[in-house]
């Protein structure tokens, strides 16, 4: 029968590593690579596991850190987990049920509940949230240095139905540090590296449209007031995607003559943009088809 390690690459997550591990110990090994912790994460794997590995901790390459921990599990599986994440009880019988058969794929996307601020959020895009993690040995590797980028797998892959659950931000000042101080500077990195074309009203554009993506395209409303605070922090993380932008181009100044004129129009075309989505998210809510008619025609003429 196959057998499974599960690979957890963990830097100071004294508070949250014993839930993760402890989810682990169905299976056959478990690799824990501490990226140069300075609490008592160590400490507390080693209650769980006699595999332990050192490495210096690379936050602009968490990601690609991990292969080091591929490197040094034995089983023909492998699932990769974060400090911070634990596996359900059904999705632990899902994968031991899965691993004796004979399946055709080398990796299996696994579902993810993000809990923020105390929430399950199932709206914003935080879930499904599917995460590449169960892969054949030897088949999957993490390739660039992009935050969060997926995993690479070799061959055919499917997707699996229980959950990882994911401890995720539970202070704001923790979201803030995450992404201004980590997220945020790679991004920035990554969008210059392919080439972005710089446009100062960027600064309005990306915070715009990653709060509309997230609180109307991706329901975030549905979450309520935590949908709203997720989706104004995560356009607060694309402002400051691009300053850092800006900074590297050594805060140029902006030499427009009608900069206050332009500015009116972004805000203008931000205000109609707000109103297309909230009066949309309406229009679908209306039952009675007459009072949905004439919401249809009145939104009409004011998008016109």
């Not at 390459?61 to 400090?83: C, M, P, R, V, Y």
């Not at 997926?150 to 995720?168: I, P, Q, S, Y």
Request: proline fraction near 2%; hydrophobic fraction near 35%.
């Amino acid at each position: 029968m196959s057998k499974l390690s599960v690979v957890v690459s963990a830097y100071n997550e004294e508070k949250k590593i014993a839930k993760c591990l402890k989810s682990a110990e169905f299976a056959n090994e478990i690799i824990f690579v501490n990226n140069s912790s300075t609490d008592k994460t160590e400490e507390i794997a080693s209650k769980y596991t006699k595999n332990i590995y050192k490495q210096k901790n690379d936050p602009l390459s968490i990601d690609l850190q991990k292969n080091f921990g591929f490197e040094k599990a034995t089983s023909e599986w492998i699932l990769s987990l974060d400090g911070d994440e634990e596996i359900s009880k059904e999705l632990a019988d899902e994968i031991k049920g899965l691993i004796r058969k004979n399946v055709i794929e080398n990796g299996f996307w696994i579902p993810r509940k993000n809990y923020i601020f105390g929430k399950w959020i199932q709206h914003s895009g935080w879930y499904p949230d599917y995460q590449l993690r169960l892969f054949r040995s030897g088949k999957g590797k993490y390739q660039n240095r992009h935050v969060h980028e997926d995993l690479f797998v070799e061959g055919k892959t499917a997707k699996l139905t229980n959950h990882l659950v994911h401890d995720n931000y539970e202070t704001i000042s923790d979201f803030v540090n995450k992404t201004a101080n980590l997220y945020a500077v790679n991004e920035a990195q990554e969008r210059l590296r392919k080439g972005y074309s710089f446009s100062y009203f960027d600064a309005i554009r990306f915070p715009l449209g990653e709060f509309l993506s997230r609180f109307f395209t991706r329901k975030g409303y549905k979450d309520g007031f935590h949908g709203l605070m997720l989706s104004m922090l995560m356009a607060f993380y694309h402002l400051i995607v691009f300053a850092l932008i800006w900074e590297k181009r050594k805060f140029q100044e902006y030499e427009g003559k009608e900069f206050l004129h332009e500015t009116e129009k972004e805000f203008k075309k931000a205000g109609k943009e707000i109103f297309f989505w909230i009066s949309k998210e309406k229009l679908e809510n209306i039952k009675n088809p007459i009072k949905k008619n004439i919401y249809r025609i009145s939104r009409k003429i004011r998008l016109d």
